[in-house]
Protein backbone atom coordinates (compact mmCIF):
# COMPACT_ATOMS: atom_id res chain seq x y z
CA UNK A 1 0.00 0.00 0.00
CA UNK A 2 0.92 3.59 -0.67
CA UNK A 3 -0.33 6.71 1.07
CA UNK A 4 -0.16 10.01 -0.41
CA UNK A 5 -0.53 13.34 1.38
CA UNK A 6 -1.17 16.42 -0.12
CA UNK A 7 -0.25 19.99 0.43
CA UNK A 8 0.28 23.42 -0.65
CA UNK A 9 -3.34 24.59 -1.96
CA UNK A 10 -5.19 27.76 -0.87
CA UNK A 11 -6.28 31.18 -2.88
CA UNK A 12 -4.62 32.98 -4.70
CA UNK A 13 -5.10 36.03 -7.48
CA UNK A 14 -4.97 35.33 -11.26
CA UNK A 15 -1.56 35.63 -12.15
CA UNK A 16 -0.23 34.02 -8.84
CA UNK A 17 1.64 31.28 -8.54
CA UNK A 18 1.74 28.10 -5.77
CA UNK A 19 3.55 24.84 -4.98
CA UNK A 20 1.92 22.08 -4.53
CA UNK A 21 3.67 18.99 -2.98
CA UNK A 22 3.01 14.83 -2.47
CA UNK A 23 4.71 12.97 -0.20
CA UNK A 24 4.09 9.54 -0.40
CA UNK A 25 4.81 6.61 2.22
CA UNK A 26 4.56 2.75 2.36
CA UNK A 27 5.56 0.27 0.08
CA UNK A 28 6.95 1.44 -3.47
CA UNK A 29 6.73 -1.87 -5.34
CA UNK A 30 5.90 -1.11 -8.66
CA UNK A 31 5.53 2.38 -8.14
CA UNK A 32 7.03 4.27 -11.37
CA UNK A 33 5.16 7.03 -11.73
CA UNK A 34 3.55 10.26 -9.74
CA UNK A 35 1.18 12.80 -10.89
CA UNK A 36 -1.42 15.16 -10.15
CA UNK A 37 -5.08 15.62 -11.50
CA UNK A 38 -7.87 17.75 -10.56
CA UNK A 39 -11.42 18.09 -10.77
CA UNK A 40 -13.26 21.22 -11.15
CA UNK A 41 -17.27 21.46 -10.06
CA UNK A 42 -19.00 19.44 -13.17
CA UNK A 43 -16.30 18.36 -14.54
CA UNK A 44 -14.71 15.20 -15.09
CA UNK A 45 -10.98 14.41 -13.38
CA UNK A 46 -8.27 14.84 -15.68
CA UNK A 47 -5.08 14.88 -15.64
CA UNK A 48 -2.42 17.65 -15.10
CA UNK A 49 1.09 16.48 -15.13
CA UNK A 50 2.87 13.35 -14.48
CA UNK A 51 6.45 12.23 -13.69
CA UNK A 52 8.20 8.76 -13.71
CA UNK A 53 11.08 8.09 -11.50
CA UNK A 54 13.76 8.52 -13.95
CA UNK A 55 12.31 12.24 -15.20
CA UNK A 56 10.14 11.59 -17.98
CA UNK A 57 7.08 14.24 -17.64
CA UNK A 58 4.09 14.41 -19.35
CA UNK A 59 1.62 17.53 -18.91
CA UNK A 60 -2.22 18.56 -19.95
CA UNK A 61 -1.76 21.17 -23.21
CA UNK A 62 -4.05 23.67 -21.28
CA UNK A 63 -0.80 23.84 -18.20
CA UNK A 64 2.41 23.53 -20.78
CA UNK A 65 4.43 26.54 -20.26
CA UNK A 66 2.64 27.40 -17.06
CA UNK A 67 3.00 24.38 -14.84
CA UNK A 68 6.21 22.00 -13.79
CA UNK A 69 6.18 18.61 -11.77
CA UNK A 70 9.33 17.69 -10.13
CA UNK A 71 9.95 15.14 -7.91
CA UNK A 72 12.32 14.54 -4.69
CA UNK A 73 13.47 10.38 -4.56
CA UNK A 74 15.74 10.99 -1.53
CA UNK A 75 12.73 12.33 -0.10
CA UNK A 76 9.89 10.29 -2.06
CA UNK A 77 7.83 13.35 -2.76
CA UNK A 78 6.54 14.89 -5.91
CA UNK A 79 5.76 18.82 -6.15
CA UNK A 80 3.51 20.94 -8.83
CA UNK A 81 4.79 24.21 -9.28
CA UNK A 82 1.79 26.72 -10.73
CA UNK A 83 2.59 29.68 -12.12
CA UNK A 84 0.54 32.35 -14.27
CA UNK A 85 -2.40 30.75 -12.79
CA UNK A 86 -6.19 31.23 -14.60
CA UNK A 87 -9.67 31.24 -12.52
CA UNK A 88 -9.96 28.27 -15.06
CA UNK A 89 -7.31 26.53 -12.97
CA UNK A 90 -9.53 26.46 -10.19
CA UNK A 91 -10.36 22.77 -8.54
CA UNK A 92 -9.25 20.15 -6.48
CA UNK A 93 -6.15 18.79 -6.97
CA UNK A 94 -5.19 15.04 -6.58
CA UNK A 95 -1.85 13.23 -6.31
CA UNK A 96 -1.56 9.93 -8.06
CA UNK A 97 0.75 7.31 -7.97
CA UNK A 98 1.50 3.93 -10.64
CA UNK A 99 3.46 2.04 -12.26
CA UNK A 100 2.97 3.70 -16.24
CA UNK A 101 1.69 6.70 -17.26
CA UNK A 102 -1.66 6.17 -16.71
CA UNK A 103 -4.19 6.55 -13.90
CA UNK A 104 -2.55 4.67 -10.93
CA UNK A 105 -4.16 3.06 -8.23
CA UNK A 106 -3.58 5.16 -5.40
CA UNK A 107 -4.88 8.69 -4.52
CA UNK A 108 -4.23 11.47 -1.75
CA UNK A 109 -7.07 13.25 -0.46
CA UNK A 110 -7.24 16.08 -2.31
CA UNK A 111 -6.25 19.61 -2.16
CA UNK A 112 -8.24 22.76 -2.94
CA UNK A 113 -6.47 25.06 -5.56
CA UNK A 114 -8.71 28.23 -6.11
CA UNK A 115 -7.48 31.64 -8.10
CA UNK A 116 -10.14 34.26 -7.63
CA UNK A 117 -9.74 38.01 -7.65
Known amino acids: QVQLVESGGGLVQPGGSLRLSCAAS????????MGWYRQAPGKQRELVAAISQGGSTKYADTVKGRFTIFRDNTKNTAYLQMNSLAPEDTAVYYC???????????WGQGTQVTVSA
Open 96 to 106: NSGALFTVGPY
Open 26 to 33: GSFLGINV
